[in-house]
């Protein structure tokens, strides 16, 4: 389930990447790059998984399933506040330090 | 149980690394602009590939940390990794990190390399289809001279 919520994020955020390409002013590749890195690294620890469990593994408990889930969709929302933060640091647009030098006059 | 530290040790090696390509990349920017113009418009900065498998590895390492302290392997206080409280769970924990972590740094860098290869490839034909878009013209004001 966490693989993918992830990978379908990933995916998502690599469609609206493309939109905007190849103007990438709110950091999009970045956060596509981020999804990408996780989905790949939970994909190799699932193939482990699979060798381990066989066919079981496609058969998950549902407390289990709801347990990855509300991961899944905890990891997305960490990327995206990385992805923000980040945003808001780097302040492509120069919108953050318009705002505060308006704030002060 | 810790197989996002080997893809995060990956990820120091890489910024130092990309640092230093981007440090030479702009000390031959100094010496010769115009040279390095050229190049840099056909191709794609190494230092720049180098920042796009950054991204996937912190990004990916990050967010596996996150999956560790949810399923309680990574916890605040020391030594970080419940794994590490007996031998026989440490022991477990590195063979993880030799096989699964190893393989994940390994799968992340290989799909990173494709798309280095491939963002040049993109950027030659790229570059072909301009010379060869410019030569019809060059042969029409041949023939009107």
């Known amino acids: 389930m966490t693989l993918l919520i992830t990978i379908f994020a990933a995916c998502i955020t690599t469609i609206l990447w493309y939109k905007n390409a190849p ?66 640091v780097k302040d492509p647009k120069g919108i953050v330090r318009k705002t505060i030098s308006k704030s002060i006059k | ?25 702009k000390a031959e920017l100094e010496v010769s602009k115009e040279e390095i113009h050229e190049a840099v418009s056909s191709k794609i900065p190494f230092s720049k590939k180098l920042s796009w498998l950054n991204n996937m590895l912190w990004g990916g390492s990050a967010l596996l940390a996150f999956e560790h302290v949810w399923h309680g392997e990574v916890v605040a206080w020391f030594p970080f990794l419940t794994a590490m409280e007996s031998h026989d769970e440490a022991i477990a924990m590195l063979h993880e990190m030799s096989t699964v972590g190893v393989s994940m740094a390994v799968l992340v860098t290989a799909v990173w390399g494709i798309m280095a290869m491939a963002s040049d490839i993109i950027m030659k034909k790229q570059e072909l289809d301009e010379v060869s878009g410019l030569e019809p013209i060059k042969v029409e004001d041949s023939l009107e001279d």
């Open chain 1, 23 to 88: 103007n990438d002013s709110m950091n999009l590749g970045f956060l596509a790059l981020m999804y990408w890195g996780a989905s790949l690294m939970w994909m190799c620890d699932a193939v482990f998984e699979y060798k381990e469990l066989g066919a079981e593994f496609f058969a998950p408990e549902t407390a289990d399933m709801i347990n990855d889930g509300f991961l899944g969709l905890s990891v997305v929302a960490l990327g995206m506040v990385i992805w923000i933060v980040r945003l808001i």
């Open chain 2, 1 to 25: 149980m810790a197989c996002f530290l080997v893809p995060a040790g990956e990820a120091i090696v890489t910024i130092v690394l990309t640092k230093a390509f981007k440090s030479k990349e």
